[in-house]
């Protein structure tokens, strides 16, 4: 495999004001894009651990118990507990598995740690564009100034 050529940043004062503004527009899009990445992972570890949580209240009940078992989100019939050593886990794309709740549990300790994961990297990488766009806003700045000083004194 030939070596990789090394990549040199690009020295943003050498950028022409328009160059910047569309970098600066560049970076506030993927600003916006990985707080919502951010955001969307938050919710994903929400909803893992509200999972677990029922699953592990599932294992804690005895057969035959009297539940409540949500079809929406504000919907709920009453049911009888038939089994609680096993559930039906969703692992995505439709597919669902079963599982001891221990093993379930477990699963979705393994997703939240995951995500939570995924959070912190997506947080590290959206530090740095903002730190980055603060740049490029400090250099458009003085570029418009020193173009503002440049035509008031000919």
């Known amino acids: 495999m030939p070596p990789k050529e090394a990549i040199e940043p690009i020295r943003l004062d050498n950028l022409s004001p328009q160059q910047l503004l569309d970098l600066r527009s560049s970076l506030n899009n993927e600003i916006q894009r990985l707080g919502e990445g951010a955001q969307a992972l938050a919710r994903a570890a929400n909803t893992f651990s509200s999972s677990k949580k029922a699953v592990e209240q599932l294992a804690a009940s005895k057969t035959g118990q009297s539940i409540m078992l949500p079809l929406t989100s504000s919907l709920y019939v009453s049911g009888e507990v038939d089994d609680v050593e096993k559930v039906l886990v969703d692992i995505g794309t439709g597919y669902y598995v079963e599982m001891a709740t221990a093993d379930a549990a477990n699963y979705y300790d393994r ?21 980055a766009l603060m740049q490029v806003q400090a250099i458009l700045q003085e570029k418009i100034a020193a173009q503002a000083a440049a035509t008031s004194h000919p």
Do not use: A, F, M
């Not at 939240?112 to 990297?121: C, D, F, R, Y």
């Open 111 to 131: 997703r939240i740690k995951t995500l939570h994961e995924n959070v912190g990297t997506v947080q590290t990488t959206l530090r740095d564009r903002q730190n």
